[in-house]
């Protein structure tokens, strides 16, 4: 049996599932949709940073377009190190094409200009 | 080869620098820690004592009236801030008001020239939110409030100005007398040598004495004292000194306004074991906030910044310690400055270098110069001399610390000073960046990357305070 | 320099001001301290904003840039890297402004909006006991340390708060490659939204520890052990729940206040609860002419309502300036039951009713159901039922003014009702 609270409105049922995926506890049906995606293929929006050249905006954030396999934060965070942005970035661009195959790119989140003095 | 080593770069040790200076003389200032004035001289009241509450005839009294005095000079030589508050000690019944004529008398025997009493309606008058069970005070006119470490500041940067040399993180691990000098060892590696020694090192005092004597004459006992800051916009809710009648745990908890317009609650008085734990305590804290309402009434509480301890060096002997060891000559211990140590620093000072200057013979130093330039503090001067300031220097229109008004000039000239210091505690004690409501939420970053620019180094190696305190602890996104 | 209108901080609050008090006969200057427009979206780089706004859910810095677009078209006069100093008030405001390029200067003004955000409260205004140590901060600030100039604070963390900003940097500081030993929340609930406890904390199995507090830091230098305590009914630490952590940071999430020590001159009616002004429902204060909207008015957990908060004070301030709008006598204080925390605006006037008006409050406990009840003169001029409400999450009602009776003060009472 898990338990999960549900975060699909601010109600926050508290739910229980079993291993036949049978969802109780939850007051509509979107709970239940929610109780079974958590507990099988889970997927967060990952919004974290990437190292640029610019000296006033050292850091650029970003984030994924589009909610990706919980168990590949770690993964994705890891491909960020020691990636460095050294060309300007308009919010919207596409940073990373189809991050690690999952088919979702990465995009800017704000815009960066690398040298503010052209 | 030095003729003098001064070890501890406190309020103390830093006046006795200065008045050294007046001399022809080789002298070096020994401070373990990474700045001056680290201790007591950054914890305390910042009172100037009238000298009321020493007992009779003892050093603390003599030497706290004479310091309360020579403060007046030092503020003109040395362009440092004082506050004329003036001070109650107050009672509350007959008993007390016996007390009171007591302490009267005393400050009399003392040398205490300006006193008088006020009765509970003019008292009440001065001070509206005097508690009102007060039926008597006795006025202490004398009475001021200082910025400690800005005079151990002052006092320092004029020494240096007069040939003194100054030595930070250099913490004496031992000392050796041989027939006519001293080794002294620093850190457990580096070794100099001096004619003599005087030890200013304040609770660690019997500690140093140690490496030398085989009997200290005393023992530190640490007494622990917590206060609260409030914000300068309690600025006027009191405006002198206000003391409980003494007992013999000490001065008790007092209220007292600050240079800034900040007002300090506190302190209590817990012996202690440890000399560097200085936690503030819940107890600690709520004994201030009870003792406080036989004070005063409409005490803001609501404005409390910040919280802190400091450490007194109470010692066995109970009066200041300040003679040559008794098993070595040239050795000097200048201990148990607890209270009224920051108002007789200067007369300590005197008091010894004038015997040093007997037993030496030494020499005046005529190029001795005792003034310290005033510093600017921007936003003190009207509009028109602020405006001339800026076609100058730009900096000064860059506002930092929003909450004290503290302008990028004033951050880079505590970098750079005679005493300048590269970590974030060092310029909020030199330039006051960090003081106020936010205590640096807002400022921190951009003193941080000023210090960096200043001093050349990456915004990761700047330290808090001590030389492995990084604020800045690990960069993010880059390969393992 | 003289302008119609100065808006003081260019952030969320700032912008939607502006926007909607720009018009043709005014002369608008917005003045911002950091070097670029934004605010404190700028550092909020995760996701949930703009639902309420855009329909869409944004990021921080997504959100800022909706608003810079639509302000930089408007060709709004704006000074960066700039600071108000002070304000005085004769007939007009006068304010001195100080930047590095422009130096010192006065601005006059008919009118001030200010939008100017708030501070974290710290570690020295809780009187959180033991040693002082560097590693003590406000999650603000290590946010911005993170988020802008790329760098942790620390690699063992402890998180005193669960507020949302406290819950958002656990998350962070995780994914950063430090290790979160625990969220500690002195209340018995969390006061941040449930899906920031399932995917900040529990994702990355982050212990809670509700009614706790922290009772004691250890370090001389440097942070090296905390200790928390279970706390009773009256926050008072139980003996004997001692959990102790080693740690080199402690994030502080225990509160904001709005920043709006620079007006403390103009001796403005305050309100305690909010720590800000009181106002009428155009956002302006008891000083003719100056307006407060945003965090700088009360503290908002949803930017999406500083913006509409925002749009109408600076409706507002058109108003005043183009018609000379000046606040009646004939102000009320709206009156309000215990299960209230606090209610923005705070006044009405009586004698300018011309739009609904929008109510924004707290409310002092968690509810599961609720009734809200307006009364006037005995009479209950509108409903509203309202289910999960709790202290955190700022309410809004919109009280229609053709449902007033009279122009006599009116209430504004919550029941619990069962479910």
Same mark, same amino acid.
Request: glycine content about 6%.
């Given at each position: 049996?898990?338990?999960?609270?549900?975060?699909?409105?601010?109600?926050?049922?508290?739910?229980?599932?079993?291993?036949?995926?049978?969802?109780?506890?939850?007051?509509?049906?979107?709970?239940?949709?929610?109780?079974?995606?958590?507990?099988?293929?889970?997927?967060?929006?990952?919004?974290?940073?990437?190292?640029?050249?610019?000296?006033?905006? &050292?850091?650029?954030?970003?984030?994924?377009?589009?909610?990706?396999?919980?168990?590949?934060?770690?993964?994705?965070?890891?491909?960020?190190?020691?990636?460095?942005?050294?060309?300007?970035?308009?919010?919207?661009?596409?940073?990373?094409?189809?991050?690690?195959?999952?088919?979702?790119?990465?995009?800017?989140?704000?815009?960066?200009?690398?040298?503010?003095?052209? | 080869?030095?003729?003098?080593?001064?070890?501890?770069?406190?309020?103390?040790?830093?006046?006795?620098?200065?008045?050294?200076?007046?001399?022809?003389?080789?002298?070096?200032?020994?401070?373990?820690?990474?700045?001056?004035?680290? %201790?007591?001289?950054?914890?305390?009241?910042?009172?100037?004592?009238?000298?009321?509450?020493?007992?009779?005839?003892?050093?603390?009294?003599?030497?706290?009236?004479?310091?309360?005095?020579? !403060?007046?000079?030092?503020?003109?030589?040395?362009?440092?801030?004082?506050?004329?508050?003036?001070?109650?000690?107050?009672?509350?019944?007959?008993?007390?008001?016996?007390?009171?004529?007591?302490? =009267?008398?005393?400050?009399?025997? #003392?040398?205490?020239?300006?006193?008088? $009493?006020?009765?509970?309606?003019?008292?009440?008058?001065?001070?509206?939110?005097?508690?009102?069970?007060?039926?008597?005070?006795?006025?202490?006119?004398?009475?001021?409030?200082?910025?400690?470490?800005?005079?151990?500041?002052?006092?320092?940067?004029?020494?240096? %100005?007069?040939?003194?040399?100054?030595?930070?993180?250099?913490?004496?691990?031992?000392?050796?007398?041989?027939?006519?000098?001293?080794?002294?060892?620093?850190?457990?590696?580096?070794?100099?040598?001096?004619?003599?020694?005087?030890?200013?090192?304040?609770?660690?005092?019997?500690?140093?004495?140690?490496?030398?004597?085989?009997?200290?004459?005393?023992?530190?006992?640490?007494?622990?004292?917590? =206060?609260?800051?409030?914000?300068?916009?309690?600025?006027?809710?009191?405006?002198?000194?206000? =003391?409980?009648?003494?007992?013999?745990?000490?001065?008790?908890?007092?209220?007292?306004?600050?240079?800034?317009?900040?007002?300090?609650?506190?302190?209590?008085?817990?012996?202690?074991?440890?000399?560097?734990?200085?936690?503030?305590?819940?107890?600690?804290?709520?004994?201030?906030?009870?003792?406080?309402?036989?004070?005063?009434?409409?005490?803001?509480?609501?404005?409390?910044?910040?919280?802190?301890?400091?450490?007194?060096?109470?010692?066995?002997?109970?009066?200041?310690?300040?003679?040559?060891?008794?098993?070595?000559?040239?050795?000097?211990?200048?201990?148990?400055?607890?209270?009224?140590?920051?108002?007789?620093?200067?007369?300590?000072?005197?008091?010894?270098?004038?015997?040093?200057?007997?037993?030496?013979?030494?020499?005046?130093?005529?190029?001795?110069?005792?003034?310290?330039?005033?510093?600017?503090?921007?936003?003190?001067?009207?509009?028109?001399?602020?405006?001339?300031?800026?076609?100058?220097?730009?900096?000064?229109?860059?506002?930092?610390?929003?909450?004290?008004?503290?302008?990028?000039?004033?951050?880079?000239?505590?970098?750079?000073?005679?005493?300048?210091?590269?970590?974030?505690?060092?310029?909020?004690?030199?330039?006051?960046?960090?003081?106020?409501?936010?205590?640096?939420? !807002?400022?921190?970053?951009?003193?941080?990357?000023?210090?960096?620019?200043?001093?050349?180094?990456?915004?990761?190696?700047?330290?808090?305070?001590?030389?492995?305190?990084?604020?800045?602890?690990?960069?993010?996104?880059?390969?393992? | 320099?003289?302008?119609?209108?100065?808006?003081?901080?260019?952030?969320?609050?700032?912008?939607?001001?502006?926007?909607?008090?720009?018009?043709?006969?005014?002369?608008?200057?917005?003045?911002?301290?950091?070097?670029?427009?934004?605010?404190?979206?700028?550092?909020?780089?995760?996701?949930?904003?703009?639902?309420?706004?855009?329909?869409?859910?944004?990021?921080?810095?997504?959100?800022?840039?909706?608003?810079?677009?639509?302000?930089?078209?408007?060709?709004?006069?704006?000074?960066?890297?700039?600071?108000?100093?002070?304000?005085?008030?004769?007939?007009? $405001?006068?304010?001195?402004?100080?930047?590095?390029?422009?130096?010192?200067?006065?601005?006059?003004?008919?009118?001030?909006?200010?939008?100017?955000?708030?501070?974290?409260?710290?570690?020295?205004?809780?009187?959180?006991?033991?040693?002082?140590?560097?590693?003590?901060?406000?999650?603000?600030?290590?946010?911005?340390?993170?988020?802008?100039?790329? =760098?942790?604070?620390?690699?063992?963390?402890?998180?005193?708060?669960?507020?949302?900003?406290?819950?958002?940097?656990?998350?962070?500081?995780?994914?950063?490659?430090?290790?979160?030993?625990?969220?500690?929340?002195?209340?018995?609930?969390?006061?941040?939204?449930?899906?920031?406890?399932?995917?900040?904390?529990?994702? !990355?199995?982050?212990?809670?520890?509700?009614?706790?507090?922290?009772?004691?830091?250890?370090?001389?230098?440097?942070?090296?052990?905390?200790?928390?305590?279970?706390?009773?009914?009256?926050?008072?630490?139980?003996?004997?729940?001692?959990?102790?952590?080693?740690?080199?940071?402690?994030?502080?999430?225990?509160?904001?206040?709005?920043?709006?020590?620079?007006?403390?001159?103009?001796?403005?009616?305050?309100?305690?609860?909010?720590?800000?002004?009181?106002?009428?429902?155009?956002?302006?204060?008891?000083?003719?002419?100056?307006?407060?909207?945003?965090?700088?008015?009360?503290?908002?957990?949803?930017?999406?309502?500083?913006?509409?908060?925002?749009?109408?004070?600076?409706?507002?301030?058109? #108003?005043?300036?183009?018609?000379?709008?000046?606040?009646?006598?004939?102000?009320?204080?709206?009156?309000?039951?215990?299960?209230?925390?606090?209610?923005?605006?705070?006044?009405?006037?009586?004698?300018?009713?011309?739009?609904?008006?929008?109510?924004?409050?707290?409310?002092?406990?968690?509810?599961?159901?609720?009734?809200?009840?307006?009364?006037?003169?005995?009479?209950?001029?509108?409903?509203?039922?309202?289910?999960?409400?709790?202290?955190?999450?700022?309410?809004?009602?919109?009280?229609?003014?053709?449902?007033?009776?009279?122009?006599? &003060?009116?209430?504004?009472?919550?029941?619990?009702?069962?479910?």
């Amino acid at each position: 049996m898990k338990k999960l609270i549900c975060i699909a409105c601010p109600v926050g049922c508290h739910l229980l599932v079993d291993d036949q995926l049978h969802v109780e506890g939850n007051k509509c049906i979107r709970g239940e949709k929610y109780a079974i995606e958590e507990l099988t293929h889970p997927t967060r929006i990952l919004t974290t940073t990437i190292k640029t050249t610019s000296v006033t905006t &050292p850091r650029l954030s970003v984030k994924t377009k589009d909610p990706i396999p919980k168990e590949l934060i770690f993964d994705v965070l890891h491909l960020l190190e020691g990636l460095i942005i050294d060309k300007d970035v308009k919010i919207g661009d596409v940073v990373i094409h189809d991050i690690l195959n999952t088919g979702i790119d990465l995009v800017a989140t704000k815009s960066v200009t690398i040298n503010p003095f052209h | 080869m030095y003729d003098y080593v001064i070890i501890g770069a406190g309020i103390v040790g830093t006046n006795i620098a200065r008045e050294l200076s007046r001399y022809k003389a080789n002298i070096l200032v020994l401070e373990k820690e990474n700045d001056a004035a680290n %201790h007591q001289t950054v914890a305390n009241s910042a009172i100037i004592h009238s000298g009321h509450d020493p007992k009779e005839n003892t050093l603390k009294a003599k030497l706290c009236v004479e310091g309360n005095i020579l !403060y007046e000079t030092m503020e003109k030589e040395l362009n440092i801030p004082i506050l004329r508050t003036g001070a109650f000690v107050v009672a509350h019944d007959r008993n007390e008001e016996d007390m009171l004529d007591q302490l =009267y008398q005393r400050a009399l025997n #003392n040398g205490v020239k300006e006193i008088l $009493f006020h009765d509970q309606s003019q008292a009440q008058q001065i001070e509206p939110n005097l508690a009102d069970d007060i039926t008597k005070v006795l006025s202490l006119p004398s009475t001021k409030v200082t910025y400690p470490w800005e005079v151990a500041f002052a006092c320092l940067e004029n020494a240096i %100005h007069n040939g003194v040399t100054f030595k930070k993180n250099s913490r004496v691990t031992n000392i050796v007398k041989t027939e006519d000098f001293f080794n002294v060892e620093i850190n457990d590696a580096e070794i100099i040598q001096t004619k003599s020694i005087i030890s200013a090192a304040g609770i660690f005092s019997d500690q140093v004495a140690y490496l030398l004597e085989e009997n200290v004459p005393y023992q530190i006992f640490p007494r622990k004292g917590e =206060y609260f800051v409030l914000d300068r916009k309690a600025k006027g809710f009191i405006n002198h000194v206000i =003391y409980p009648l003494p007992t013999k745990k000490g001065k008790g908890v007092l209220i007292i306004p600050q240079v800034h317009g900040n007002i300090l609650l506190g302190p209590t008085s817990q012996l202690q074991d440890e000399k560097d734990l200085l936690s503030n305590t819940r107890d600690g804290l709520n004994q201030i906030k009870n003792d406080l309402h036989t004070l005063a009434k409409n005490i803001p509480f609501n404005l409390i910044i910040r919280t802190f301890a400091g450490i007194r060096a109470s010692s066995s002997y109970e009066d200041f310690y300040i003679q040559e060891s008794k098993e070595f000559s040239n050795f000097f211990h200048v201990a148990g400055i607890d209270s009224p140590g920051l108002t007789a620093a200067p007369a300590i000072a005197k008091y010894l270098v004038n015997q040093l200057v007997d037993k030496h013979h030494l020499k005046e130093n005529i190029n001795f110069d005792p003034i310290r330039p005033k510093k600017t503090v921007f936003y003190k001067l009207n509009f028109e001399e602020q405006l001339a300031l800026i076609k100058k220097d730009p900096r000064y229109g860059n506002l930092v610390c929003k909450c004290e008004k503290i302008t990028e000039t004033e951050i880079v000239e505590a970098i750079h000073g005679p005493l300048g210091n590269d970590t974030i505690k060092g310029i909020k004690k030199r330039a006051r960046a960090g003081s106020g409501l936010c205590q640096g939420g !807002y400022c921190e970053q951009t003193v941080l990357k000023i210090i960096a620019r200043e001093t050349n180094q990456p915004i990761n190696k700047i330290n808090y305070y001590g030389l492995n305190t990084p604020i800045l602890v690990q960069e993010t996104k880059v390969k393992p | 320099m003289k302008k119609d209108l100065v808006i003081i901080g260019g952030g969320a609050a700032g912008l939607a001001a502006a926007l909607s008090a720009n018009h043709p006969n005014i002369h608008i200057l917005v003045i911002e301290r950091e070097k670029s427009l934004g605010g404190i979206l700028n550092q909020c780089i995760h996701n949930g904003f703009g639902l309420h706004v855009f329909k869409e859910e944004l990021t921080g810095p997504e959100y800022a840039d909706r608003y810079l677009e639509a302000f930089l078209k408007l060709n709004i006069e704006f000074l960066l890297d700039t600071t108000v100093v002070d304000v005085k008030k004769t007939d007009d $405001f006068e304010l001195t402004v100080t930047s590095y390029e422009t130096g010192l200067f006065k601005i006059n003004s008919k009118a001030v909006i200010l939008s100017s955000g708030c501070y974290e409260r710290t570690r020295g205004s809780i009187a959180i006991p033991g040693e002082r140590p560097k590693g003590i901060m406000p999650a603000g600030s290590a946010q911005r340390y993170l988020n802008i100039d790329g =760098y942790l604070v620390g690699k063992r963390i402890f998180i005193l708060g669960s507020g949302d900003i406290g819950l958002i940097m656990a998350r962070r500081m995780t994914l950063e490659g430090a290790k979160v030993l625990g969220v500690a929340e002195i209340m018995p609930y969390s006061n941040g939204l449930t899906r920031n406890i399932v995917q900040c904390l529990n994702d !990355y199995d982050i212990p809670l520890y509700l009614s706790h507090t922290v009772t004691n830091v250890i370090g001389k230098e440097r942070l090296e052990q905390i200790t928390i305590q279970e706390v009773d009914s009256n926050f008072n630490p139980i003996e004997h729940t001692e959990k102790i952590f080693d740690v080199d940071t402690l994030l502080l999430s225990v509160g904001l206040v709005p920043d709006i020590s620079l007006f403390d001159s103009l001796d403005f009616k305050r309100d305690p609860i909010t720590k800000s002004a009181v106002v009428n429902q155009f956002y302006e204060t008891s000083v003719s002419g100056l307006f407060i909207c945003g965090n700088a008015l009360h503290v908002h957990d949803l930017v999406d309502y500083v913006s509409i908060e925002s749009e109408k004070a600076g409706k507002s301030a058109q #108003n005043y300036i183009l018609n000379d709008r000046k606040q009646s006598n004939h102000l009320h204080t709206i009156k309000f039951n215990e299960n209230i925390r606090y209610i923005v605006p705070q006044l009405i006037d009586f004698e300018h009713l011309e739009a609904n008006i929008d109510l924004s409050f707290r409310v002092s406990k968690k509810m599961e159901a609720a009734v809200f009840k307006i009364i006037q003169n005995g009479t209950e001029i509108m409903t509203k039922r309202a289910k999960n409400l709790a202290p955190a999450e700022m309410e809004k009602m919109s009280l229609k003014i053709d449902k007033l009776i009279d122009d006599s &003060p009116i209430t504004l009472l919550l029941e619990e009702v069962s479910l």
